[in-house]
């Protein structure tokens, strides 16, 4: 059965300390009042440190009782409709800390940060790991290529029996940590790993179907690599012309690498927006490889 605790009343817990007082024993005192023993003796210390008035229950609200309905949408809309960092913050993320002052700035009223998550939480928010966009993206640009640039390259390979794949490259160190695994508890576990510092480049691409390529070379990747890459993928889809989508890189737009789509009858290249990673979804290969701790794929 649950033990009374804040719901006893003042004169409970009066009557309490002065029995202990009197020398009453402690276990005894908690039964009388129901009672934990480690609460009475928290009453006992703060009766005898601070006197009656500590005894007293402390009027608590609701996580969002302060704020009016008004006050509540305001938030809500600052909250969605603006960085932080234009409302004078030096960080880019929001976090309860830095809601609880908005709250004071906007509203002059003062809450703690577990209150500032309740006040979010009621307001259907949740903590989430956001997507970048680089601010010098043309949304303009971003929107042809999703109405207009990729449903035409999509009807042209239906159309001329192609394969679309998206590509790009990478670089994983040897001293990038990533992963978990399973230990005995307070048992951190080691993995032995060499102490030098080196990297190697990689390249894949993904079609829209989830057919993937690899190839993974020791030093920087020039135009040399990137041609021996499409010269692999060419010869991966025997009979076809390849679609293949790429930024606007160096090592895409290089005379070398132009010289040789030119040649190349069977590929062709197409150009996404520029500082728009998020229309190519071979960045995800790297992404969630990199989160998972995973060893780069290679064919």
């Known amino acids: ?55 007293r229950t402390k009027r608590t609200r609701g996580s969002d009782a302060k704020l009016s309905d008004a006050q509540m949408r305001e938030l809500y809309a600052l909250l969605v409709g603006a960085d932080p960092r234009q409302l004078n913050f030096g960080f880019a993320l929001w976090t309860r800390a830095m809601v609880g002052e908005l709250i004071l700035r906007r509203f002059k009223i003062r809450v703690s940060v577990a209150t500032a998550g309740r006040v979010l939480k009621r307001l259907g928010m949740s903590p989430q790991k956001p997507l970048y966009r680089a601010y010098q993206q043309d949304p303009e640009r971003v929107a042809q290529w999703k109405t207009a640039i990729y449903p035409e390259i999509r009807r042209r390979a239906a159309q001329e029996d192609a394969e679309i794949f998206f590509a790009d490259e990478a670089s994983v160190r040897t001293d990038f940590h990533a992963g978990t695994t399973w230990a005995p508890v307070g048992r951190t576990p080691v993995v032995a790993k060499t102490g030098a510092r080196t990297s190697v480049m990689m390249i894949s691409a993904v079609s829209p179907k989830g057919k993937l390529r690899f190839m993974v070379h020791d030093n920087g990747l020039k135009s040399e690599e990137f041609i021996t890459f499409c010269r692999r993928l060419l010869d991966d889809v025997p009979g076809k012309k390849v679609f293949l989508i790429v930024d606007g890189g160096r090592i895409h737009t290089s005379k070398m690498t132009r010289r040789f789509v030119q040649r190349t009858e069977r590929l062709e290249l197409f150009f996404l927006p520029p500082y728009s990673p998020e229309l190519n979804p071979d960045e995800w290969v790297w992404k969630v490889r990199h989160e998972r701790g995973e060893e780069p794929m290679c064919r």
Do not use: C, F, H
């Open 1 to 55: 059965m649950a033990k009374k605790g804040r719901r006893s009343t003042y004169e409970e817990r009066l009557a309490a300390v002065r029995m202990l007082e009197q020398k009453v024993p402690v276990d005894r005192v908690a039964a009388a009042v129901d009672v934990d023993r480690s609460t009475l003796l928290t009453w006992w210390k703060n009766y005898r440190l601070i006197g009656p008035e500590s005894l």
